[in-house]
């Protein structure tokens, strides 16, 4: 069986709105959004990750 990674609706809402209604400033601001929101969550999981090496979960 494959893992097939599907969406939540507003992820694919949201597409729909970008390629269909979105005008430059609200992509510049969607795009705001969405870096800072990825990026947070990235450090969070980095950080999650690190300290389970830390305590020896990782092995």
Same mark, same amino acid.
């Given at each position: 069986m494959k893992n097939k990674?599907?969406?939540p609706r507003a992820i694919k809402k949201t597409i729909r709105f970008i390629h269909q209604d *979105? @005008? /430059?400033e609200q /992509? &510049?601001?969607i795009k705001k959004l969405l870096d800072y @929101? &990825? $990026?947070s969550r990235k450090k969070k999981l980095e /950080? &999650? $990750?690190l =300290? *389970?090496? =830390?305590e020896g979960v990782g092995k």
């Open positions: 990674y599907c969406p *979105a @005008t /430059l /992509l &510049i601001q @929101t &990825i $990026n /950080l &999650i $990750n =300290k *389970a090496v =830390k």
